[in-house]
Structure formats: C-alpha cells, structure tokens
Nanobody, 121 residues
Framework: QVQLVESGGGLVQPGGSLRLSCAAS????????MGWYRQDPGKQRELVAS???????NYADSVKGRFTISRDVAKNTVDLQMNSLKPEDTAVYYC???????????????WGQGTQVTVSS
C-alpha cells in the first residue's frame, strides 16, 4: 500500500503565503506524476499543479505566477509554495501521486486525506 501524508495547511490573510508538503511512503517502485488538487464544497476537484519525474510542471491558469511546485524524486515528496494568496484559493488541498508500487504492477492513482487552506481577513 501507498500512503500520502500532507502538512502545512491553515488560515492566512489575503496576500499571505503558505507552504504545503506531501510525503509518499509504503510500497513504491516509481512515482511518475505527483501534485496537488483542490476542492471547494459543491465543486469538482481541480488540478492546482503537478510535476512529472522529469521535472516538467503544469499549473492551473488561476495560480500561475503565484504558486510553485517542487518535487524531490529521491525522497518521494512534493511541496507547493503558495504566495499572494486570494480568498478564492480557499479549499481543501489534496496531494496526488501516480505510483507504480512494484516493477510488475501498473501505475495507480493515490490521494492524501486533504488539508484545509483558508484565505480570509
């Protein structure tokens, strides 16, 4: 089994910063893609940012220039530095990983439990 554990959420004022971290553990042969999604109540879960093992990153248009994703492939971790936060960034943020648990197995998607980010004055 693979576990994703997130940390770093909380309450921040508009214009402030937060850093989210996620560590994957368990049976891991390789992680192809790792990143962050977010979800507001009543809305669909949406991609925030992701990074392939090659280092290629993708960002939602709404966070480009404000958020930066980083990944340590050797440690199976991914971080999300969030700057210039806006109230519309308020959501539960979920860590995501596309993992091959063993060499003979296929890649499978795994999710963390989620961490609340609230941007409010």
């Amino acid at each position: 089994q693979v576990q994703l554990v997130e940390s770093g959420g909380g309450l921040v004022q508009p214009g402030g910063s937060l850093r989210l971290s996620c560590a994957a553990s368990g049976s891991i042969f390789n992680i192809y893609l790792m990143g962050w999604y977010r979800q507001d109540p009543g809305k669909q879960r949406e991609l925030v940012a992701s990074m392939f093992s090659s280092g290629l990153a993708n960002y939602a248009d709404s966070v480009k220039g404000r958020f930066t994703i980083s990944r340590d492939v050797a440690k199976n971790t991914v971080d999300l530095q969030m700057n210039s936060l806006k109230p519309e960034d308020t959501a539960v943020y979920y860590c995501y990983a596309n993992v091959k648990p063993r060499v003979e197995m296929r890649y499978k998607d795994y999710w963390g439990q989620g961490t609340q980010v609230t941007v409010s004055s």
